[in-house]
């Protein structure tokens, strides 16, 4: 009952800790609605088919499961025999997917998922999509369109396919999406077969007929029913779904480490200004144990009632974050919000959870007040810093150095975490330090202004000296906000100048077809730019050193030094997880399902513009008929040839604009919404810690007043300390940030072999900065005015 009433009482104290506790539960649940709704579903043009055999899956080279193994020719048919005898099946299908994208009016027909929009017409069936016009097509010229194309049965149609651009007659229509050929022409595009869809009797029962579909396939595949049948999705949807994933874990993982950091924050500066209150509670018996357990138990319940808060503003919010991962293009396509129990209670949870945490350090501090500091200033504590803080300070600034030295050497893929690691850990490195820091660069910065005459410095720089802690805990927030605004914008902008500088030095000279408006490029385009480097790539599946089936990425290339028949090149890298050296064979499995002996004629320094895995671009092609070409690099010797329609022709800096544009546009997003996040975070702390510390101080106002000061001069004072302590505040999260960018900008360096600075987005620095002063002058301003107006009223 004292937790509830202290609450209760003190409510105005805990404010910043339950707001910060409301929009990080907020954050939290909007995010697993968001990730719970993006689960992968079954595909509409799978529909209909009740069971569906897959082949097993291959391991990259990290152990993770990847791409499934696909069934050769023959494999498959031996697996259609043996299924269609089992009772209860109606009919089996070879699902076979390739790309397929119409032109219109000399131009590719916008499609996202035209990677795999082709199919044999036997897959109609599985959604199933019926006929609307027209009829099935019988030979390979002949093709059924969705109905959505606006192609009439009977037309010519411009179809897009590896070979480039064909004519096919239009011979019907059906009610969904895709381009449906005769199976035959779809078994010539890609051999391989990824999946068996089973289609049952009426009145079957799916679980029998599956598990005898099971004891067919055997240790070849799996047997999914049900929701099961999501295991297969466009790759395009899978790469919208990771990119989702990873957007809104970041966001999850830094409201979570924010909110820790401000509840941590807002408690141990609320447990300051209480230990006149906890030294009475000490002398009137209670222990040091009841203490901790009362502040904890406060925790729990602002904890509590923030994540009640904060999961039904989640719930409202899900449907904005849903638009804005939308219009980023990072959303599976036609989700549908559902809100699941687990979300909210995981949520909630976590928010109590965060809370507890975040209230532990305030609690050790409140057990280790003494009685006699019941005849104290509540806000006297003339201990700058602890043996504990000390200690804890310096280790965390350690470990917080070495992520900032590692940010250089990591991978390019593990920089940018490094990073963003390497600056939390130093945001609570400058928290647990800061009041060694605040008081004398408070007291330095505040002498200049003492010649004018005014009191109000050198009371600021008293109130620094008297209790450094507290303005330490004022100082917190506006470290996190400025530092993390610092760093991400940084980031982006040193990132803007590294990668195109980078990329256009690697190409210099060369002139770089790329495609434009299609997936990648044709044979046809190839064919039309006959000199230069124009990999091929496809997947290959080899047994590593352990034995295990894993999958690679292996390219095609027409380069005479590796284009040898019968012959692979390998970097030192891939090698080594194969087991393999130079002068070896080794089988490789293609995407057709045929296994080729081939020997290692090399093993060189791994080299990303070579490749890891390089064969002979005709065995690719023989083995992985639907492969598309990568960019095309033309050496200044040999001018390109046209270019053909659905392609682009670019110099070397046009092309490293384009190319990292790509991904600009999302890089730059999900910077911004992080800043908005730490700072709107931060800056409610700012504004209530200020708030609260000015309610705190109201008696030593009336003592100033009853000594002859003005409402203006201690509005000026508050003004003064105020400003100190958040400038203060933003040197630090200013300068916890270089050792992170300075890391990330050297091995921007080395990755892209060209002189990368140190970047700062000055409009965005200047903007947090001011917001932070701003928010805490303000806070600061109103609370002292609207107490000196009480007193006098």
């Not at 919404?673 to 309610?695: E, Q, R």
Request: charged share 20%; glycine share 10%.
């Amino acid at each position: 009952m004292l937790v509830f009433a202290n609450v209760r009482e003190r409510w105005s104290s805990f404010l910043a800790a339950f707001a910060a506790v409301v929009v990080g539960v907020a954050l939290i649940a909007t995010t697993l609605i968001i990730y719970d709704s993006s689960l992968p579903e079954v595909q509409s043009r799978l529909a209909g088919a009740p069971l569906i055999a897959v082949p097993d899956q291959a391991v990259d080279e990290s152990g993770s499961p990847e791409d499934r193994v696909p069934w050769s020719k023959g494999e498959a048919e031996r697996l259609v025999a043996g299924l269609r005898q089992m009772p209860g099946t109606a009919s089996v299908v070879m699902d076979r997917s390739f790309y397929a994208q119409a032109f219109r009016g000399g131009e590719p027909v916008a499609d996202e998922g035209a990677l795999e929009a082709g199919h044999g017409w036997s897959s109609a069936r599985l959604a199933p999509y019926a006929l609307v016009t027209g009829r099935a097509p019988a030979t390979n010229g002949e093709v059924v369109v969705d109905r959505s194309l606006g192609v009439a049965a009977g037309s010519t149609l411009t179809v897009n396919i590896t070979a480039g651009r064909t004519p096919f007659r239009v011979v019907g229509t059906v009610d969904g999406p895709g381009y449906y050929f005769t199976d035959d022409f779809a078994a010539r595009q890609q051999p391989g077969v990824g999946a068996l869809a089973i289609l049952t009797d009426k009145g079957a029962s799916v679980g029998a007929v599956k598990a005898k579909a099971a004891a067919v396939v055997g240790h070849k595949g799996t047997v999914v029913t049900g929701e099961g049948r999501s295991v297969l999705q466009p790759e395009y949807v899978e790469h919208k779904r990771f990119l989702g994933t990873q957007l809104i874990s970041a966001m999850a993982i830094l409201g979570l480490f924010t909110t820790v950091f401000v509840v941590a924050s807002m408690l141990v500066l609320a447990t300051g200004l209480r230990r006149r209150e906890i030294g009475l509670l000490r002398m009137i018996g209670a222990t040091p144990r009841q203490v901790r357990r009362m502040i904890l138990g406060e925790a729990g319940v602002i904890g509590l009632l923030g994540s009640l808060a904060g999961c039904l503003a989640g719930v409202g919010a899900a449907p904005l974050l849903r638009d804005i991962l939308d219009g980023l293009d990072v959303m599976p396509p036609e989700v549908t919000l559902r809100v699941s129990m687990w979300p909210l209670l995981t949520a909630t949870a976590t928010g109590v959870g965060v809370s507890v945490l975040g209230a532990w350090s305030a609690s050790r501090e409140a057990a280790g007040v003494a009685p006699i500091e019941a005849l104290l200033d509540s806000r006297a504590n003339h201990r700058t810093m602890s043996r504990a803080r000390w200690i804890g300070g310096l280790s965390v600034l350690g470990l917080g150095v070495a992520f900032a030295v590692a940010t250089a050497s990591v991978a390019a893929d593990s920089r940018i975490n490094m990073a963003i690691c390497a600056t939390m850990v130093l945001i609570v490195a400058a928290a647990l330090l800061a009041p060694v820091v605040v008081g004398p660069v408070g007291r330095a910065l505040a002498r200049p202004f003492e010649r004018f005459g005014s009191a109000a410095p050198l009371l600021a720089r008293a109130e620094l000296r008297a209790d450094a802690r507290r303005s330490a805990s004022l100082a917190a927030p506006v470290i996190a906000a400025v530092g993390f605004a610092v760093l991400l914008s940084g980031m982006v902008e040193t990132m803007r100048v590294a990668y195109p500088a980078g990329d256009a030095v690697k190409v210099e000279g060369q002139l770089i077809v790329t495609p434009d408006g299609t997936p990648g490029n044709t044979d046809e385009v190839v064919a039309a730019n006959p000199v230069g480097k124009a990999a091929l790539p496809t997947r290959a599946f080899v047994r590593d050193k352990g034995g295990e089936l894993s999958v690679v990425d292996a390219l095609g290339s027409r380069d005479p030094r590796w284009d040898k028949p019968g012959q692979a090149v390998l970097g030192e890298r891939t090698a080594d997880f194969l087991g393999v050296r130079a002068g070896d064979e080794h089988d490789v499995r293609f995407a057709d399902g045929t296994t080729v002996k081939l020997r290692i004629a090399q093993v060189l320094a791994d080299d990303p513009a070579r490749g890891d895995f390089v064969v002979a671009r005709a065995l690719v092609r023989e083995h992985d008929p639907a492969a598309l070409t990568d960019d095309i690099f033309v050496p200044p010797t040999a001018e390109p040839a046209t270019a053909v329609p659905g392609t682009a022709v670019h110099d070397a800096m046009r092309y490293a604009l384009d190319d990292y544009d790509t991904d600009a546009k999302l890089t730059d997003s999900l910077a911004t919404m992080l800043i908005v996040i730490a700072v709107g975070y931060s800056g409610i702390a700012v504004a209530n810690s200020m708030a609260m510390a000015a309610h705190s101080r109201r008696r030593d106002f009336a003592v100033m007043k009853s000594a002859g000061a003005t409402v203006r001069q201690l509005l000026v004072f508050s003004v003064a300390e105020t400003s100190l302590v958040a400038t203060v505040g933003a040197a630090l999260g200013l300068l916890v940030t270089l050792g992170p960018l300075a890391g990330m900008a050297s091995g921007l360096s080395q990755a892209t072999s060209t002189d990368v600075d140190l970047h700062l987005d000055l409009p965005t620095v200047t903007a947090v900065i001011a917001g932070c002063l701003g928010l805490a002058v303000a806070a600061s301003t109103v609370v002292t005015w609207r107490t000196m107006r009480h007193a006098a009223v």
